[in-house]
């Protein structure tokens, strides 16, 4: 049966080989998912694999703490988690997450050994299935090549670094385009279609009320969300303008990663 | 890079805000290159915000930096960008006066100790061979640099900066003269800094070029 599996990890090459074989060897459907709290979170809950896989390489305290958040979906049940790890990343592992239940491959990895394993889990999920007892329920999409594209975010601030770091936060969940100016958002925005639209409130030439005031003249994009960029020194402002603007409201930056995914989920979904 | 990091403690830096912005070890360094690698144009905007006493200008340029400086976790300097941005906004040019030369010289230091533990490879310096140079082996032919240019210009008809600065690397394969390597280098920049016309319009010049 096809398995789904989700790959982590911040060891790329056993992450990428594993993808790769899984799918040629094994023909299962694989996630790739960057090892960070937010993607895991939002993956597992997308995804619902059978099994997740972690490829773990270099760590630390922080970066193993990470994959607690895989605990209340591995509690629940359902979900196997399998760590390939070197006797020091194993340690910290155990030692510095609160799962309760995992299995440990050491590397160099065996596929044989790996393959054994995977063919349990996909007995277990096959009785479970039959059994009516699995709390997964498997639905393969006819249409997989027909899912909606990632949401686009366009992303409009005079300051090239910010930019570039906004794109840094949000490019594993979103697709993201970069504008300097109110003028280029309009140009973009006049021959493409976005989901959201973040707009830095203070810029030269063209302000961002200015520009969100355009934007709601352009036919189709009466009702695309805007969110402010503020600095804390212009927040005031910005909130007195909610009323005559109507964004669906600001982000005070910079701001941190969690924060601006957490705005964008609470409006887009 | 943990020895990076201790150096950068010491230098004042709060890694753990910085972290917590960026999100991980690997994107905070990013963000300190173009923390780094905008130093010179952002010092010269200011310098002419100031000649001409500019204070609107000066205030949307530490604005920004007020902000730069709080993401890589330079707090201490961030609140002098602060401090000038609401000295702008008031027209208070006495606090200007005072205080532009000290956040001035906290931010050239800041930048130097930054390079000093080797985390800033300046993005786009103009000795990067990528850019408008053709390096051994790269060499593409004019057949080639055609294709190459006309998907830039698509890339930047799209606003898609990661595609464009790929294939201006990729462009800058083909032996161009002097003057186009400079455009194409010139290009190059402005993609960092997405001013997607403007590089298209460059590029325009130099595809003419190609024999």
Redesign the interface.
């Known amino acids: 049966m096809q398995l789904r599996v989700m790959v982590t990890g911040r060891n790329r090459k056993i992450a990428s080989d594993i993808c790769n074989r899984l799918v040629s060897d094994k023909g299962y459907r694989v996630i790739k998912c960057a090892s960070?709290k937010e993607a895991l979170f939002l993956r597992v809950l997308a995804e619902l694999p059978h099994l997740i896989i972690i490829c773990l390489g270099y760590e630390t305290k922080d970066t193993v703490s990470v994959f607690d958040v895989l605990k209340e979906c591995t509690g629940r049940g359902g979900i196997t988690i399998i760590v390939i790890a070197n006797d020091t990343d194993q340690k910290l592992f155990i030692n510095n997450t609160r799962l309760e239940r995992m299995f440990f491959l050491p590397r160099p990895v065996s596929l044989f050994a790996l393959y054994e394993k995977l063919n349990e889990i996909e007995q277990r999920v096959e009785e479970d299935k039959n059994n009516g007892t699995s709390l997964i329920t498997e639905f393969v999409n006819p249409n997989a090549d027909d899912l909606p594209p990632r949401k686009h975010l366009l992303v409009v601030?005079?300051?090239?670094?910010?930019?570039?770091?906004i794109?840094?936060?949000l490019r594993e969940f979103y697709e993201v385009?970069?504008?300097?100016s109110g003028k280029?958002a309009l140009?973009?925005l006049s021959g493409?279609r976005v989901d959201l639209v973040l707009l830095d409130y203070?810029?030269?030439e063209m302000n961002g009320p200015q520009v969100l005031e355009r934007i709601r003249k352009i036919n189709g994009l009466e009702q695309v969300p805007v969110v402010f960029l503020t600095?804390?020194?212009?927040k005031d402002t910005v909130v007195k303008t909610l009323v005559d603007y109507k964004p669906q409201g600001y982000v005070v930056?910079?701001?941190?990663?969690s924060e601006l995914v957490a705005k964008i989920i609470d409006i887009l979904g | 890079m943990e020895e990076d990091l201790k150096t950068l403690e010491a230098c004042g830096i709060d890694l753990d805000t910085g972290i917590?912005?960026?999100?991980?070890r690997e994107?905070y360094f990013?963000?300190l290159q173009?923390?780094c690698g905008?130093y010179g144009n952002n010092r010269a905007k200011i310098d002419s915000a100031l000649a001409r006493e500019d204070h609107?200008?000066l205030?949307?340029l530490v604005?920004?930096l007020?902000?730069?400086a709080?993401?890589i976790g330079a707090l201490s300097l961030s609140a002098k960008f602060?401090a000038l941005?609401?000295a702008a906004?008031n027209r208070d040019t006495e606090t200007i006066r005072t205080g532009t030369p000290d956040a001035l010289s906290d931010y050239e230091s800041i930048v130097k100790d930054l390079e000093s533990v080797g985390t800033t490879e300046k993005p786009g310096a103009d000795d990067s061979p990528s850019a408008g140079e053709a390096s051994e082996g790269d060499v593409c032919s004019p057949a080639k640099a055609r294709e190459i240019a006309d998907g830039l210009l698509a890339a930047l008809e799209?606003?898609?900066?990661e595609a464009g600065a790929l294939l201006a690397e990729k462009l800058a394969g083909y032996p161009f003269a002097p003057p186009q390597q400079e455009l194409l280098r010139k290009a190059s920049g402005y993609i960092?800094?997405?001013?997607?016309?403007e590089a298209a319009e460059l590029i325009r010049q130099i595809a003419e070029t190609i024999g």
């Not at chain 2, 960092?192 to 016309?197: F, H, I, S, V």
């Open positions: 960070s601030d005079d300051d090239p670094d910010l930019l570039f770091s794109k840094e936060q385009t970069l504008v300097p280029a140009k973009y493409h203070l810029m030269p600095g804390v020194t212009t930056k910079p701001s941190k990663k | 917590g912005y960026t999100g991980s994107k990013l963000a173009r923390f905008s609107e200008q205030q949307i604005h920004s007020k902000s730069n709080r993401m602060e941005e609401m906004k799209d606003y898609d900066d960092r800094e997405y001013l997607y016309d």
